[in-house]
């Protein structure tokens, strides 16, 4: 084999390398921007959880579950 016709091969297979890092790139970006946006919602719903949780208690109410804690189980 020529020197030009390994050269021309091992372009190939650069091109072909690049062509699967961008493929993978461009899957791993789209992953990560889902991931995103599963943050952005879930911490949207803890701060809302928090707030209704301060409420409660800001208004002479208990944090769910707090009254059941001094309660005797039914078997006793």
């Known amino acids: 084999m020529s020197d ?5 091969q091992q372009l190939h297979e650069v091109q072909s ?6 493929d993978a790139l461009e899957s791993l970006s789209g992953a990560m921007a889902a991931q ?6 879930l911490r949207r719903q803890l701060e809302l959880l928090k707030q209704r949780q301060d409420d409660q208690v800001a208004g002479g109410g208990t944090a769910a579950g707090a009254d059941n804690a001094n309660e005797k189980p039914p078997h006793y």
């Open 4 to 8: 030009n016709e390994t050269l021309v």
């Open 17 to 22: 390398q690049l062509a699967f890092l961008e």
């Open 36 to 41: 995103q946006k599963e943050i952005l919602i």
